[in-house]
């Protein structure tokens, strides 16, 4: 499956942003997806995973609360919202894919990769 994300931007802190991903070359339904984030510097972190259906949902303590995860089938694209960002955001945000029925969050547990898409919080 090819990932293909987009949605991010410059916002000032408090602000929002909806990170999108698209998929495409397999069923989409088939793939529990996630988001991981990579800030200058620093190692690729987990921010949130959704399952096959979106019945079941996970977040990182550090978004938990701003972050909305959710994905629509029909359109193979999986969404990131994102609310009350803070400057401690800004990063690289990748969404990832890897067949299974549950959720996963583990960078290692993913077998494909979008090529990111920029999100800057600024003061």
């Known amino acids: 499956v090819q990932l293909q994300a987009s949605g991010g931007g410059l916002v000032q802190a408090g602000g929002s942003l909806r990170l999108s991903c698209a998929a495409s070359?397999?069923?989409?339904?088939?793939?529990?997806m996630g988001w991981f984030r990579q800030a200058p510097g620093k190692e690729r972190d987990f921010v949130a995973a959704?399952?096959?259906?979106?019945?079941?949902?996970y977040y990182a303590d550090s978004v938990k609360g701003r972050v909305t995860i959710s994905r629509d089938n029909a359109k193979n694209t999986v969404y990131l919202q994102m609310v009350s960002l803070k400057t401690e955001d800004t990063a690289v945000y990748y969404c990832?894919?890897?067949?299974?029925?549950?959720?996963?969050?583990?960078?290692?547990?993913?077998?494909?990769w979008g090529q990111g898409t920029q999100v800057t919080v600024s003061s």
């Open positions: 959704i399952n096959w259906s979106g019945g079941m949902t």
């Open positions: 990832a894919a890897v067949g299974g029925s549950h959720f996963y969050i583990r960078e290692n547990d993913y077998d494909y």
């Open positions: 070359g397999r069923t989409f339904s088939y793939y529990a």
